[in-house]
Structure formats: C-alpha cells, structure tokens
C-alpha cells in the first residue's frame, strides 16, 4: 500500500517562507514523479510544482516559478517545497501526489497524501 505523508505547515506572515515535506512507502520511490497540488477554500485543487524521477525536470505554477522550489531526496524517500516571499493567496491544503510518468505535466496521479494547511496572514 501507497502511503504519503505531508509535514510542515503551518501560519506564517506574508512575505515569510515555510518548507513542506511528504515521505513516501510502499513504492519504488524512483519511479514516482512527485508532485504537489493545493487546494484553497471554495476554489479547485491545483498543479503547484513537479519534480521528476531523479529530480532533472521541474514543473512550476506560473505564480510560485519564482518563490517555490521542489526538490526530492531518492535515498529517504522524500519530497520537499520550499516556499519564500509568501502570500495571502498562496494560503490553501497542499498535498502531496506522486504519478507514475518520467516528467510532471500537472496532470494528479493516484497516490495522495492527507494534506497539510498553509495559512499566510498577518
């Protein structure tokens, strides 16, 4: 069985960062590209970032290219966002969802996480 767990979220102010981390079992983790998804109250869950199997291809969100970075870890099984210069709108659940393609194209795969909240505000 797939299990995906988030970690690391929190309240912080606008303009602060915040890391959030998802550890997978139960699967060949290198043959998983990792993504992230958020979902904000009354919107649509949507495409955050990917990074594929060995972490050579990144996928972005326009509005979080230049404030987000996803990175993976392949030896622990790892998934990290690491978000600077934190917004309002950028307050939602992120999950953690891994697929089985070589590249992201923002497209959810099977496997979700149970979320963990964000919440950016003064």
């Known amino acids: 069985q797939v299990q995906l767990v988030e970690s690391g979220g929190g309240l912080v102010r606008p303009g602060e960062s915040l890391r959030v981390s998802c550890i997978v079992s139960g699967r060949t983790f290198t043959e998983l590209t990792m993504q992230w998804f958020r979902q904000a109250p009354g919107k649509e869950r949507e495409f955050v970032a990917g990074?594929?199997?060995?972490?050579?291809?990144?996928r972005y969100l326009d509005s979080a290219k230049d404030r987000f970075t996803i990175s993976r870890d392949n030896y622990k099984n790892t998934v990290d966002l690491q978000m600077t210069s934190l917004r309002p709108d950028d307050t939602a659940v992120y999950y953690c969802n891994g697929i089985e393609t070589p590249t992201s194209e923002g497209i959810p795969g099977p496997y979700w996480g149970q979320g963990t909240q964000v919440t950016v505000s003064s």
């Open positions: 990074i594929s199997w060995f972490g050579s291809v990144t």
